[in-house]
């Protein structure tokens, strides 16, 4: 059975860095999209980036460009976020989720395409 499996996360202040790992069991990420999302409190989960697995063509939420980047390791199965520049809003639950390798550009910010999810890692970010 395929599991995915956060790591990471922590309290840090405002400006900080975090990696976030995530990584599967049960079986590989290969012809995967690989997608973190994130929810705050009250708030709906939202998309943050993604990886093809084949290819390696990431995607980001315009929130997080240029301060966050997605990446990949073959060799360990896993996929890393990392979060520099990190502000308070950026404070949430991350998960991970792994859906179709198929799944085209317009499709890979909806959470109801991802059918594996993590447990999630808290990031708390303090000002």
């Known amino acids: 059975q395929e599991r995915l499996v956060e790591s990471g996360g922590g309290l840090v202040q405002a400006g900080g860095s975090l990696r976030l790992s995530c990584t599967a069991s049960?079986?590989?990420?290969?012809?995967?999209?690989i997608t973190w999302f994130r929810q705050a409190p009250g708030k709906e989960r939202d998309f943050v980036a993604a990886?093809?697995?084949?290819?390696?063509?990431?995607y980001y939420a315009d929130s997080v460009k240029g301060r966050f980047t997605i990446s990949r390791d073959n060799a360990k199965n896993t996929v890393y976020l990392q979060m520099n520049s990190l502000k308070p809003e950026d404070t949430a639950l991350y998960y991970c989720?792994?859906?179709?390798?198929?799944?085209?550009?317009?499709?890979?910010?909806?959470?109801?395409?991802?059918?594996?999810w993590g447990q999630g890692t808290q990031v708390t970010v303090s000002s």
């Open positions: 989720a792994a859906g179709p390798g198929y799944l085209p550009v317009a499709s890979i910010r909806a959470r109801q395409n991802y059918g594996y």
């Open positions: 049960g079986r590989t990420f290969s012809s995967r999209t």
């Open positions: 990886i093809k697995w084949s290819g390696g063509s990431t």
